[in-house]
């Protein structure tokens, strides 16, 4: 009885064990065991495709995308499903389904229908294949409006678990709401058209200073299917506000003339892309025309860096000024239109009371924040943007999940679906939170990148052609009606995110600004047209302060020590020749010191001061030192005269130093010696008796010289005398005598040549010109 007893009670045992599968060898299973620890599955799946992304009544919902074997064992009897879970009734869920959107392990529901999968005999490890499966919305079973996930599950089998099981998932989401909602969401979505810094200070001496720009980037990302390039065409046809850093317009202006890039070692190269510059410009402002435009200050300024790390060197916020001040004239004169210079759009919308204070001293009154900074407690939905925060500034706070679901990597189709399909969904979410109607700011990275246009353009136009929400501007939605319940409370710095901070621009960025403000300030003042100085150097000013510098610091440091270092060069065209050692002999002398200007335009409100170090021996103009206003032409040299006077011999260190008006240095100073020799009356003497000698000797000579001319005319008259009384020659009786002109006798060939040339000794005439 006890065997028996015991044998049955082995029986179950015995068949459990009969029933489990055997176990996989642990080689063979390793990396899908791995994968199944970590939630993903050994396939990964890929929706390449969802249409329409928000489906209504009687549309059919097409899915397409592959599948990937990531594993090492074939898998057999495979099949894609759709399955729909349940709706999602909050943002944060939304953002939970996003964050496992690939855990095998929490597969929901069940598959929409046999007929709606696709099957395949088998994938093979590393081997994708492409599916598309199409579903009727009524088949969906989507009851009330609201966001619905969306699962798209490859299930089969392996040799080591040859069961049916989900394999591979992806989850996205499937916004429903078929009719117009009641109160439509009101959302504007920012289109910046932002780059980084390009262009120096630098420009060639011609009339139409051709720029020189700091690299040739820009023309890649206008051209076609370049960055800015897709922004713009994309943009065009969109309901948004436009966002536009008004140096990116200049630099591109710029390029539509002459302009000249780097070349090779320090040479450069004239730029060719002219035409692609029009092109660009031209579709510019063909976009815009008739929509909204927000102008940044000029160079976009990093509105975080100078409020943390600027605002203690003096001139900083001048600056910023200074860029606000020149972005409307710059818009409107490219673009044809007024933009409004009433927003200011710090780093990621991050803002503490130093930021906010630095964004309103230009004169910005609304400051563009996000809902990650501006962090609701106590409220279940999300309020409208603005948010009064004092002073009359208005906080505009954009919703940080709509603003960053486009950020990361869009190049591949999935990516970007995926990213569609979660703004749409948290779009709706929030739009039914509450009946009330409210108006929700997008602002998104700064400069996206194609890919990232496309996705967010494609959103969009699903988004304005959609039932749920409809578009506005940025300066309506500054205006809406805030509500009263939302925060309005500025965060305080201590909760300023240190990612951001990290990556701010130094203090020094700021003080080299200041110092090489502060040299253009002294060169400026002698300059007869300083628009062709301080323009240029100004806008590199306003660059070097952009936030495109940020994450930056090596490239960032080159461009701020390349402009100082440009205006150093063009202050040292002005400048003093240096001298030798002068000798002066007397007791009063002129000294010239020459004033050189390489320069293509005048100078002007310069001093020159001459100073003796040692007045007691030499003195300039009577007095230790002198000064006389120097003005010189470009291109051109000037020699100013000082007038000196010795009290005593020897040596003399003289320090010619250029002012400028207001008694500031300008450039190096140039010291010399002057060696004083007195000239003593006994020297004065011997020189006054050489030149009397000098004198008589040449008297003596010139009287010596008239009595032989004398003598030798009486000669002449003696021989002439003998020859009128000696016989005709008869060969010559018939001709006719010579007669006399008056002058002397004819000359004859064997008459001596005169030892001068004869004189009119009579005056010259008034018009009478003389050669020298």
């Given at each position: 009885m006890?065997?028996?007893g015991?044998l ?7 068949t ?6 055997a ?21 990964s799946v890929s929706?390449?495709?969802l249409?329409?992304?928000a489906?209504t009544?009687?549309?059919?919902v097409?899915?397409?995308g ?17 399955r ?10 939304i ?6 959107s ?8 069940s598959e ?17 294949q492409?599916?598309?499966?199409s ?6 079973d ?12 490859l299930s ?24 117009d909602?009641?109160?439509?969401t009101?959302?504007?979505f ?5 780059s980084t ?9 011609d009339?139409q200073q051709?720029?020189v ?5 820009l ?18 046809d ?17 390029m ?15 730029g ?7 092109q660009?410009?031209t ?18 300024p ?6 943390h790390?600027?605002t ?9 000024k ?15 239109v ?6 200011a ?7 503490d ?10 004169g910005a ?14 409220l279940?939905?999300?309020?409208s943007a603005?948010?009064p ?30 990213a ?21 700011v ?7 990148s194609?890919s ?7 959103a969009?136009t699903?988004?304005q052609?959609g039932t749920w929400s ?6 309506a939605?500054?205006?809406a ?6 925060t309005?409370?500025?965060p ?5 995110p240190s ?9 020094t ?7 090489t ?11 007869s047209?300083q ?21 930056r610091q ?7 020590s390349?402009?100082e270092?440009?205006l ?9 020749i ?5 000798k002066?002999s007397?007791?009063s ?9 390489n320069?293509?335009q ?14 007691t ?23 100013v005269?000082?007038t ?10 003289v320090?010619?130093?250029l ?6 240095k ?10 004083v ?26 009287t ?12 002449r008259?003696?021989?002439?005398d003998?020859?009128?009384d ?8 018939g ?5 006399d002109?008056g ?29 020298r």
């Amino acid at each position: 009885m006890r065997r028996t007893g015991a044998l049955l009670a082995g029986v179950p045992l015995l068949t459990g064990l009969v029933q489990l599968p055997a176990a996989p060898p642990a080689d063979a299973a390793g990396a899908d065991a791995t994968q199944a620890a970590s939630g993903a599955g050994s396939v990964s799946v890929s929706v390449d495709t969802l249409t329409p992304a928000a489906p209504t009544e009687d549309d059919t919902v097409t899915v397409s995308g592959t599948v990937t074997n990531k594993g090492k064992q074939t898998v057999t009897d495979a099949h894609v499903g759709l399955r729909v879970g349940l709706l999602l009734d909050t943002r944060s869920g939304i953002d939970s389904v996003a964050k496992n959107s690939t855990d095998v392990q929490n597969v929901f529901g069940s598959e929409v229908g046999d007929k709606y999968a696709e099957e395949f005999d088998k994938l093979t490890p590393g081997i994708s294949q492409p599916f598309s499966i199409s579903v009727p919305v009524d088949e969906l079973d989507l009851g009330q409006d609201g966001v619905y996930q969306l699962a798209v599950a490859l299930s089969g089998e392996t040799s080591a678990q040859p069961w049916p099981q989900t394999l591979g998932v992806q989850r996205t989401f499937l916004p429903w709401q078929p009719d117009d909602a009641g109160k439509k969401t009101k959302t504007t979505f920012m289109w910046p058209l932002v780059s980084t810094s390009h262009m120096t200070a630098e420009t060639r001496s011609d009339e139409q200073q051709t720029p020189v720009f700091h690299d040739d980037d820009l023309a890649k990302e206008i051209s076609p299917g370049g960055r800015l390039d897709r922004m713009v065409a994309l943009g065009k046809d969109l309901d948004v506000t436009w966002v536009i850093d008004p140096d990116l317009l200049a630099s591109v202006e710029a390029m539509t003339d002459r302009y000249e890039v780097p070349g090779e070692g320090d040479d450069t190269v004239v730029g060719g892309h002219q035409a692609v510059a029009k092109q660009w410009l031209t579709q510019v402002q063909e976009a815009v025309a008739d929509k909204e435009v927000v102008a940044l200050p000029f160079g976009d300024p990093d509105l975080a860096s100078l409020a943390h790390n600027g605002t203690s060197v003096s001139g900083s916020l001048s600056h910023l000024k200074e860029a606000t001040d020149v972005a409307a004239g710059t818009v409107e004169a490219i673009l044809h239109v007024k933009p409004s210079t009433d927003f200011a759009w710090p780093v990621d919308g991050a803002v503490d009371p130093s930021i906010v204070k630095v964004a309103t001293s230009a004169g910005a009154d609304k400051v563009i924040a996000r809902s990650d900074t501006f962090e609701e407690t106590g409220l279940s939905y999300t309020p409208s943007a603005p948010r009064p925060i004092g002073g009359g500034t208005t906080a505009v706070v954009a919703d940080a999940r709509l603003s960053t679901v486009f950020q990361g990597d869009m190049t591949k189709a999935s990516a970007s679906t995926l990213a569609v399909q979660r703004f749409l969904a948290q779009s709706l979410a929030l739009g039914l939170q509450t009946g009330k109607q409210r108006s929700v700011v997008v602002a998104p990275q700064r400069t996206p990148s194609a890919s990232q246009a496309r996705a967010m353009a494609e959103a969009l136009t699903i988004l304005q052609d959609g039932t749920w929400s409809e578009p506005q501007g940025l300066v309506a939605a500054a205006k809406a009606q805030p509500d009263p319940a939302a925060t309005t409370k500025v965060p305080p710095a201590s909760a300023y995110p240190s990612s951001l901070r990290k990556h701010e621009l130094p203090r020094t960025t700021f003080e080299q600004i200041a110092r090489t403000q502060a040299k253009l300030d002294k060169f400026k003042v002698i300059l007869s047209d300083q628009s062709r100085v301080v323009t240029p150097f100004g806008r590199a000013l306003n660059r070097e302060m952009s936030v495109s510098w940020r994450g930056r610091q090596s490239e960032a440091a080159i461009y701020r020590s390349g402009v100082e270092a440009y205006l150093d060069t063009l202050i040292g065209q002005v400048r003093l020749i240096d001298k030798s050692e002068t000798k002066l002999s007397g007791r009063s002398a002129t000294i010239p010191v020459t004033v050189q200007n390489n320069l293509v335009q005048g100078v002007e409100h310069l001093v020159l001061r001459l100073t003796s170090t040692n007045p007691t021996r030499l003195e300039i103009d009577g007095d230790a030192y002198t000064e006389q206003p120097v003005a010189v032409s470009g291109g051109h040299s000037q020699s100013v005269k000082f007038t000196t006077s010795a009290n005593a011999n020897g040596r003399a260190t003289v320090v010619a130093q250029l002012y400028t008006q207001d008694g500031q240095k300008y450039g190096e100073p140039v010291t010399f010696d002057v060696k004083v020799t007195e000239i003593t009356a006994t020297v004065m003497l011997v020189i006054g008796g050489g030149v009397l000698l000098l004198v008589l000797a040449g008297f003596r000579m010139y009287t010596q010289r008239k009595r032989a001319a004398a003598r030798e005319a009486r000669e002449r008259d003696h021989e002439a005398d003998e020859d009128a009384d000696a016989p005709q020659n008869p060969e010559t009786a018939g001709e006719r005598p010579t007669q006399d002109s008056g002058a002397g006798d004819p000359e004859q060939p064997s008459d001596p040549a005169p030892d001068t040339a004869p004189e009119n000794a009579g005056p010259s005439g008034t018009g009478e010109r003389v050669d020298r």
